[in-house]
């Protein structure tokens, strides 16, 4: 539905100027930003996506994927339509790289989505699938009356919003997984259509520095951003910037949208990722969408014993006692107590 937006200013002869993502749209009176969710309507600045639902359902939040916050807790997933990226091999193109006017979505209040999370037991609220950045204004209000009620709320992101905006939204979000699609400015200028890197970095480091729970996904693609070189900037950036606790999970890419042509990531590839992440001293590397590897496992950083095992996004067996190793009981970084199903 059509609200009036935040992070905007204006200009002359009508135009205005987002200020919610590093692109700063400027917007002519009668259309719409880059992202196609925010539009100029004589003068004024309106998102076109607050509380409209494009996608939904309950996921295990392993699968956003958050391994270190909440553990096998489920968490109320919701997607708005629109992305401030254009990316080549998106997996949710059908919502993410469309807009508002020409879909069909369902308009859900802030009190209806976390009365819908509380009546399927969710312990929290995932803005995910597309781009939440672009519901910030909607995420800001379900998270004020998601608080109150005891349930947490999460970012899945592509991480490219402004510092200021993201001061107003930290207050009201507890965790974001940020994809760092690459880590080199071409990888982002090719494929994602921005300018660069640098936003995603930042935001992945204020958030650390500001107390938000931070996961960090990095999609490994054949000839793209899978060079040992490249993988270990990345890491050396991890432990430099936001320190060897933060989980960082190096993901299969299979061939989707316009990149369909690219043979799927090598399992080697992946696990060549993961030694050389150990060998920068990151604590909690993970390999993801390859169901039953290794790699989903949590180990102790120190001692090496295993701590949680997992079978796709299920807990097979929880050997931490109060957040600590067994074996020599060393602290692991993970927010808030898991409780197995009956």
């Known amino acids: 539905m059509k609200r009036p937006a935040m992070f905007w200013k204006k200009l002359q002869k009508g135009k205005v100027r987002c200020t919610l993502c590093p692109r700063y749209c400027v917007v002519p009176p009668g259309k719409l930003g880059f992202c196609r969710a925010r539009k100029n309507v004589n003068g004024e600045f309106y998102t076109l996506v607050y509380g409209s639902i494009i996608s ?45 006017e020409g879909v069909k979505y369902e308009d ?14 969710c312990k929290g609220i995932s803005l995910t699938y597309s781009e939440p950045i672009l519901a910030s204004e909607y995420a800001i209000d379900i998270g004020k009356l998601a608080r109150r009620e005891g349930l947490y709320t999460t970012y899945v992101t592509n991480g490219y919003i402004t510092l200021d905006a993201l001061q107003e939204l930290a207050p009201h979000l507890d965790a974001a ?5 690459a880590f080199n400015d071409d990888f982002y200028r090719k494929i994602c259509g921005v300018s660069g ?25 054949p000839r793209e951003n899978d060079s040992q070189d490249e993988i270990r900037k990345f890491c050396k950036w991890v432990i430099d910037k936001l320190g060897p606790d933060v989980p960082i999970h190096f993901s299969r890419f299979y061939p989707h949208y316009k990149m369909t042509d690219r043979e799927s990531t090598p399992i080697m590839t992946l696990e060549r990722a993961m030694s050389i992440a150990k060998g920068e001293s990151i604590h909690h590397v993970y390999i993801g969408n390859v169901p039953g590897h290794e790699g989903d496992n949590t180990y102790c950083p120190k001692c090496g014993e295993l701590l949680i095992e997992r079978c796709g996004f299920d807990i097979i067996q929880w050997r931490l006692k109060d957040h600590r190793c067994p074996k020599c009981y060393t602290k692991i970084n993970i927010i808030g107590e898991y409780k197995p199903a009956d």
Request: aromatic share 12%.
């Open 56 to 100: 939904m359902g309950v996921d295990p939040v392993e699968k956003k994927p958050f391994y270190h916050f909440w553990p096998g807790s489920n968490a109320f997933s919701i997607a708005v339509p629109g992305c401030t990226f254009r990316c080549l091999h998106c997996q949710n193109w059908e919502i993410s790289q469309v807009g508002v």
């Open 108 to 121: 859900l209040s802030p009190e209806r989505i976390v009365d819908i999370a509380k009546r399927y037991n």
């Open 177 to 181: 997984n940020v994809d760092v699609k």
């Open 197 to 221: 890197i640098r936003p995603v970095l930042e935001t992945c480091e204020w958030m650390v520095g500001h107390g938000v729970h931070l996961e960090v996904t990095y999609l490994v693609i």
